[in-house]
């Protein structure tokens, strides 16, 4: 007979295991499923982001970005370093620190909240039933009333470049090299594309990014990305837009790539190369064609706007719905099935996802970009203030950026935020919760900011929409 559990849920990533978690609390019997093993072949919880995509990725890029700033950009505050040495092993030993410290954290969290954790490929048999497949040829069959579907996902391949041992490699193989690349490839020049390379070229790559767009971070605002590019190519990055990667082959070590764009063909040799063009869902083998689950043309699993799927009591949550891959997201999505579950209401804001990309400057955003509100026929008013006026930003040498306001030029309701510039990340929370709460730009103008903090940048950028910005100059408007 079938372990019954009142939840089920399929993948432990940031959208599983919090529904699991929340599950829990709420007074569910919960079981999770998931089948990922560590560098040591043991389980772990925390799927894609925990183990290969999020949490080390920005180890490194910290890791990258104290060595390059102790290289001699330390010395601008009187503070000099000789003989700096990469340990590169020590780097990435860390960065394995930090992801097992937060595993474990999880199997902690599961183990206090009474979670059974099943580990096993986990299969949708019925709209009550998943199978779980260990690896040791027996297959397990648990059942519940409630059925969430988290698997996560998968970088996407491309045949121009197949994937090769260390050589050529996806976003998991660039996390570790075991040595830093004199020439490092990079196909793609999107959010996973500029962190990874940003990383190696820190450490001493001379790094060229093939992009297939003809337009730079095209989902970030365009004032944003023309900023970005300029500071990314001074930094080194060699990114090149209209490149289409034809074909790829592995020659004595080394890559050699075959791409076009509007001049022609082209090839480039490189030491390693790193596919980075996205992401898919793991729906393949999710399900039994029996089932009858119902997926979109993009093989995403068809939901609602409260994540049910096309099966009764069977929801979908996170990389494998509608929406943008987002580690928060797809949490905040596992909270809100998980209260539905239990008969509350629950609802998310899908306006109001802010993204982020770890570069140097950070780069993140929420809301409409310029380009959208245009494409839209929305009437806007738009307020800048750049770091370079910011107090903060100048003690900590960091004035590259800004950040950029789009009101509703009859409302003057808060529309996007677009921040590049030091702590980004952390700055756009601020502004996410004005958003959700309905905030006008002079609701920001009004409120009172700390000095002297990189936050001002937000209130100044807020005065600006109404041309009152005090700390940068402008030509007097006259009544």
Known sequence: ???????????????????????????????????????????????????????????????????????????????????????????????????????????????????????GHGKLVSSRQVSIDSGDGQERIIEASHIILAPGSSPVAIEAA?????????????LNFDKVPKRLGVIGAGIIGLELGSVWRRLGSEVVLLEAQEAFLMMADQQVARDALREFTRQGLDIRLGARVLGSHIKRGKVEVQYEDAAGSHQEKVDRLIVAVGRMPNTDGLFTAETGLALNE???????????????????????????????????????????????????????????????????????????????????????????????ARALGETAGFVKILAHAETDRVLGVHVMGPQASELIACATVAMEFGASSEDLALTVFAHPTLSEGLHEAALDVEGAAIHIAKMRRKN
């Open 1 to 119: 007979m079938a372990e019954r559990f009142d939840v089920i849920v399929v993948g432990a990533g940031p959208a599983g295991y919090v529904a699991a978690i929340r599950c829990a609390q709420l007074g569910m019997k919960t079981a999770c499923v998931d089948k990922w093993l560590d560098g040591q072949g043991q389980p772990a919880l925390g799927g894609t982001c925990l183990n290969a995509g999020c949490i080390p990725s920005k180890a490194l890029l910290e890791s990258s970005e104290i060595y390059e700033q102790s290289l001699g950009h330390y010395a601008d505050h009187g503070v000099n370093i000789p003989a700096v040495k990469l340990d590169l092993a020590a780097m990435m030993a860390r960065k394995d620190k930090v992801v097992a410290e937060l595993t474990q954290g999880i199997a902690q969290l599961f183990r206090a909240n009474g979670i059974t954790s099943c580990h």
């Open 162 to 174: 197949p994937l090769s041992g260390d050589i050529i490699v996806d976003s998991t193989g660039a």
């Open 298 to 392: 993009w093989g995403y699993i068809h939901v609602d706007e409260q994540c049910r799927t096309n099966l009764p009591g069977v929801y979908a949550i996170g990389d494998v719905v509608r929406g943008p891959m987002l580690a928060h997201k797809g949490s905040r999505e596992g909270v809100m099935v998980a209260e539905l579950i239990a008969g509350q209401e629950a609802s998310m804001d899908y306006d109001l996802i802010p993204s982020v990309i770890y570069t140097h400057p950070e780069i993140a955003w929420v809301g409409k970009t310029e380009q959208a509100l245009k494409a839209e026929d929305v009437p806007y008013r738009a307020g800048v203030f750049p770091f370079a006026a910011n107090g903060r």
